[in-house]
Every structure is written in structure tokens, then in C-alpha cells.
């Protein structure tokens, strides 16, 4: 309601794709007794999906690993802390499911490996129950993908939404929690590109910052703020990280025919940047800003 009486007050000025909150029962209840499918809206305010939150936070020391925590713990965590999850399987499963068979996109939280496979498991049971060939259902963060992850992940053909905001900003918390070595799995974006998993990128704002250049110099340079090691074998070039913000972006949400690109006949929405990202030192991306935003063809900004 909020963004529908702000388009007819003329004060929204950027486009909006909703993933409606799986904690609300009721609102998920109503949307699928209406009706409303991935899709239902227009270019301004649209509905993507519903998402759920099933697993945690690795900066927490609360997200779902099979290998404890090092490290320093916090007041009250056990000696063996291996994580939460926040949903019992049968009950996810089924809210999945329902989901799923309504047309709508689902996003599952799943951050450690163990929260990963948690959310695989309901959408392997859902695709099981009701099989559907370009179904982008997605795993949300998804950030430590090993191996036995990436094989689920490819043979489902589930999105990798890669919380790439959290490898700038949490970085550091991310290595004192797991360790360096569990680094090697960490938003693996050079294994996942390698092995046509496609993984779009984002901030989780307001956990982090908006800002993609932070997140595109962290998966181009894989070090954090301090400069923190994220492990150089798995950066990407500058231009798989942009399509991971852009091109991958759209696609994982089904709006790649009129977004993610400058193409004839796609939306005139678009950022002006006061440098070029391909011919600065990698070191500098994260210094990128932006000179002017035009969104349908208008500015809506300039530096």
C-alpha cells in the first residue's frame, strides 16, 4: 500500500520489486488466495516473490555450519556452537511447497553450509512434489558454498543470490568466526561462474551498504575493508562482478527482457559513473561514484 500511494503522489522515483516476508502468515495466506503470481504488477511496483529466513548470521555466530565456530565466542554461546536454525524441516517444506505451486519465486535464506542445505532440501522437495524446468528458485546469501553445496546447487538449478555486501563490511567477522581456510569457500564466485551456477549479487541493505563498488572491489581484489584476506583464487574479472549486479540481477528476479542491460527496448534506467570501471587499477573500484542516475529516461540525479 505504502509504495502504490506513493506512486500516485508522484513521490516514487525508483522502480520496486517486492519479496513478500514468509514470517507473515497472513500476508502470504492472502496473496495466494488472490492470486498474485511472480509478476503481478507493472515496471514500478512489482512482485518478485516471497522469501523466507531460515537460517542466521555468520558475524552473529549464529548462521547453521557442520563445523563449530573458532575463534572468540560471545556471552552465552555454547562450547560446541554449530549454529541455529530457525524453522522445523517438515513445517518449511510445506510453506515452500504452497509457495512454489502458487507461481510464486521463493527465496530461502541459507548462509552456513548447513543452512544452505536446509533450504536445498525444501526446494528439492518442492521441485520433487511439482517439477518446473526454469523455476529460479534461490538461495539467499548463500554464502558458503563447498563442494557437496555446489553439486546440489548445479544439479537443482537453483540462483545463488550471493550476499556479496556482507564480503567488504563483515568480511573480517566472517574470517575470525570460521577461519582463513574456510575462506576458499566463501562467496566462491570465480568456482561458481566456472561451473554455470548463476550467481547475482547483492548488498542486503540495510545490513550493509547500498553501495555495489565496495562489493564489486571485494569480489574482484577478495580482501575487506582492512584488508583482510578473502583468498585470491576465487576473483572474478571486473566485468563478471558488474553482470553480477545488473544483467544476473534481473534474470534471478525474471525482468532480464526489459532490464540489466542497455539494449533497444529495455528501460532507459541507468548510472553515469565519473570514472570507467574497466581501465582503473583494481584497487580503485571501490573509489567508483556516481555522476548521474536516469530512471525512464529522466534524471533523477546528478553529482
Known amino acids: 500500500i505504502a509504495y502504490q500511494k506513493m506512486r500516485e503522489n508522484d513521490v516514487l522515483k525508483l522502480r520496486v520489486g517486492l519479496l ?42 549464529t ?13 552465552g554461546e555454547p562450547d560446541d556452537n554449530r549454529g541455529m536454525l530457525l524453522y522445523e524441516a517438515g513445517d518449511f517444506n510445506e510453506r515452500v511447497l504452497r509457495a512454489h505451486k502458487a507461481g510464486l519465486l521463493v527465496g530461502a535464506d541459507g548462509v552456513g553450509d548447513r543452512g544452505i542445505d536446509f533450504a536445498l ?26 563442494p557437496p553445496v555446489l553439486s546440489r546447487l548445479r544439479a537443482l538449478s537453483v540462483v545463488n543470490s550471493s550476499a556479496t555486501g556482507f564480503m567488504w563490511e563483515l568480511g573480517d567477522a566472517y574470517i575470525a568466526n570460521r577461519g582463513q581456510g574456510a575462506m576458499r569457500h566463501m562467496w566462491p564466485h570465480r568456482t561458481l561462474i566456472d561451473a554455470g551456477i548463476p550467481a547475482p549479487a547483492h548488498s542486503d541493505f540495510a545490513v550493509c551498504t547500498m553501495n555495489p563498488w565496495t562489493a564489486i572491489h571485494a569480489m574482484v581484489n577478495r580482501e575487506t575493508d582492512t584488508g583482510g584476506d578473502l583468498d585470491r583464487t576465487e576473483a ?16 534471478s528476479g525474471r525482468e532480464e527482457a526489459s532490464k540489466g542491460s542497455l539494449e533497444i527496448g529495455k528501460l532507459a534506467d541507468l548510472a553515469v559513473l565519473d570514472r570507467d570501471p574497466f581501465t582503473i587499477a583494481p584497487r580503485g573500484l571501490k573509489d567508483v561514484r556516481t555522476a548521474m542516475t536516469l530512471v525512464g529516461g529522466e534524471v533523477r540525479y546528478a553529482a
Open 20 to 61: 513478500a516476508s514468509g514470517r507473515e502468515d497472513e500476508l502470504i495466506d492472502g496473496i495466494i488466495r488472490s492470486g498474485w503470481r511472480t509478476g503481478f504488477g507493472d515496471e514500478w511496483v512489482r512482485l518478485t516473490g516471497v522469501e523466507w529466513c531460515p537460517d542466521c548470521s555468520t558475524s552473529g555466530r
Open 63 to 75: 548462521a547453521a555450519y557442520y563445523d563449530p565456530y573458532v575463534g572468540e565466542k560471545v556471552l
Open 121 to 146: 532440501d525444501a526446494i528439492e522437495a518442492a521441485l520433487a512434489a511439482h517439477p518446473a524446468s526454469d523455476h529460479r528458485m534461490r538461495v539467499e546469501h548463500c554464502c558458503h558454498v563447498t
Open 236 to 251: 572474478i574479472t571486473v566485468a563478471e562482478a558488474i553482470r553480477a549486479y545488473t544483467l544476473l540481477g534481473a534474470w
